[in-house]
């Protein structure tokens, strides 16, 4: 493997996670919703104390519900923050939420280094809009399918990613090579994004000859 392949594989594993980063954005705004209701349960179960009226199962249950589903949130956000400083410390010229450096830097050294995007992969015609892929993952197949934007749509969640590797940490949860990771199926054989990324180089390399 060469130095240029890990580079792209740890910076694709740094801008997945700041996606999922970014889908937790609502976590605040629902840890406070959540509390709010709490608030109103419990007020509504002292009602019913001071009154020595029994208090009914629903309503036990339901702020048993409300308190994991509070304490759940607070764990979550308090793991965020932890995730936010550790590639702020380790990774600053990549990883800044603060001014969206991390889509900045990548774009930047994309054309630098001379990287690949499914975009301009497609402008080769390389890849098709809307073609089909799929992954396998522990037995299951994952089905997703590259837009006209140049991102991979995953079908079960409708969520979109810049990259092959960002799609694939998302499914995982684990850092994977995206471009090994993804599969077109031609006929009765699967071949690798990463094959397609070749035949591009060699297209583009053609024509600068």
């Not at 410390?89 to 054309?111: E, G, W």
């Amino acid at each position: 493997m060469k130095f240029e392949d890990i580079y792209q594989q740890l910076e694709d594993a740094i801008n997945a996670a700041a996606d999922l980063l970014n889908a937790t954005s609502g976590f605040a705004t629902e840890l406070n919703h959540k509390e709010q209701q709490l608030i109103h349960i419990e007020k509504t179960i002292r009602q019913f104390k001071d009154k020595s009226v029994p208090l009914p199962d629903e309503l036990r249950n339901l702020k048993l519900k409300l308190v994991m589903e509070v304490d759940h949130l607070k764990q979550q956000m308090a793991l965020k923050d932890k995730v936010t400083q550790l590639l702020q410390n380790t990774f600053p010229s990549v990883y800044n939420p603060l001014n969206n450096k991390t889509r900045q830097t990548k774009r930047k050294r994309r054309k630098i280094q001379g990287r690949v995007t499914l975009k301009e992969m497609i402008d080769t015609k390389t890849l098709q809009p809307d073609q089909e892929i799929h992954a396998i993952l522990k037995g299951n197949v994952i089905r997703a399918k590259i837009t006209h934007e140049g991102q991979i749509k995953i079908h079960s969640t409708g969520q979109c990613f810049d990259s092959p590797s960002s799609a694939g940490v998302a499914v995982t949860n684990n850092s994977v090579n995206g471009w090994t990771f993804w599969f077109i199926k031609e006929g009765n054989k699967s071949k690798d994004l990463d094959y397609y990324r070749t035949q591009h180089k060699k297209i583009i390399k053609r024509g600068e000859e």
